[in-house]
Structure formats: C-alpha cells, structure tokens
C-alpha cells in the first residue's frame, strides 16, 4: 500500500513542478517581453525621434534652398549670378567625384 501512496505522491510532486516550471517559464517570457518592450522604447525616445526630428529639419532647410535656387532665375544678375556659378561648380565637382568613385 505504501508503494502506491509514494508513486501517486511522486506523480503528484511530478505535476506540481511541471506547473512550477511553466508558471517560471511564463513568467521568464514576460520578463523578456517587457524588458524588450523597454529597450526599444528608450531606442526610440533616444535615437529614432532625434533623428527624425534632424531629418524633418533638414527638409525644412532644403525646401527653402529649393526655394531660393528656382528663385535665382528671376535675379537681374542671372546669368552671371554668383550663387548658381557657385552651384554649377558644386555640380560638376559632384559629377567628377561620382565618376572618379565608379
């Protein structure tokens, strides 16, 4: 009688840890959840909306040399503007780097 009192006792300890180890298992995923939750939370306040804002600025500033640039045709020193010389010269450095690259 003895043996199958410890042999349901041993199954009865066998299903308690099982339930240990998946309520520890559980509670391990969760941790890692949220601690991954976490870390992307801090990456995105501290590296992805800096640089989003940087980009968003950086449009801004381009939208406005844009601006200037298609406003230069209409200078009364067009043809010989200083600014779209300066731009030009820019240009064909670009160019010849980009081919000297390749």
């Not at 801004?60 to 209409?74: F, H, M, T, V």
């Amino acid at each position: 009688m003895s043996r199958r009192l410890r042999k349901k006792e041993d199954e009865k300890h066998a299903v308690e840890l099982e339930h240990a180890r998946a309520e520890a298992d559980a509670l391990r995923q969760r941790s890692e959840l949220d601690y991954t939750k976490e870390v992307l939370e801090i990456y995105s306040a501290h590296i992805v909306q800096p640089l989003k804002e940087q980009i968003e600025l950086t449009n801004k500033r381009l939208d406005i040399y844009e601006y200037a640039i298609n406003q230069a045709i209409s200078c009364r020193l067009y043809p010989d503007c200083p600014v779209l010389l300066r731009l030009q010269n820019a240009r064909k450095d670009h160019d010849k780097e980009q081919s000297g690259a390749n």
